[in-house]
């Protein structure tokens, strides 16, 4: 469960976010809104990688402000825009996100990597520079390393940005 209250963010004059208070249960949540709306901002608040200005924000009961590190440990995010080592494999990036993610033993991490290239349809690429690969194939590439770790929360944003229409059927959301 994440929990939001009286959530501010500001940027020198601009106000992204004002008095956000919101629960977010088990399950699907989506953000709507228009552009400029502050989406991408929430997100990033809860992916710990913006500090808010203001308010308190909790996941599992455990402080985002105080715990950082803890919150990271659950999380998975998929930012918009994905940025990549395209001097890697895939299974070699995807490898450096598991040991980042503290999947420590190595067998482990080859099996869920394997098992989530396959469920992106990108395993007869694993041993493929990242830098051969197509807009799509890096944003599949992106979905997995937000989901390495079997995170409690995976924050996504505009998560089917770049697949063709045949790979947003597959994806689940």
């Given amino acids: 469960m994440i929990k939001i209250e009286s959530l501010h963010k500001t940027y020198k004059k601009h106000v992204a976010l004002q008095e956000i208070n919101l629960r977010i249960d088990k399950g699907i949540f989506g953000l709507l809104g228009p552009n400029g709306a502050g989406k991408t901002t929430l997100m990033r608040i809860l992916a710990t990688l913006l500090k808010p200005t203001k308010g308190e924000v909790s996941v599992h009961g455990i402080s985002l402000t105080k715990q950082p590190d803890e919150i990271r440990k659950m999380i998975g995010y998929l930012p918009q825009h994905f940025q990549i080592y395209p ?64 995170p409690a929360v995976v924050i996504v944003d505009e998560p089917t940005a770049g697949l063709d229409p045949e790979e947003r059927v597959r994806f689940p959301i």
Avoid: C, P, W
């Fill in 87 to 150: 001097q890697l494999t895939a299974y070699d990036f995807l490898d450096y996100v598991g040991v980042m993610k503290g999947i420590k033993d190595q067998r482990e991490r080859e099996t869920r990597i394997k098992h989530l290239l396959a469920e992106v349809n990108l395993q007869d690429m694993a041993h493929q520079k990242i830098k051969t690969f197509s807009g799509g194939m890096k944003q599949r590439l992106g979905i997995v390393q937000a989901l390495l770790g079997e």
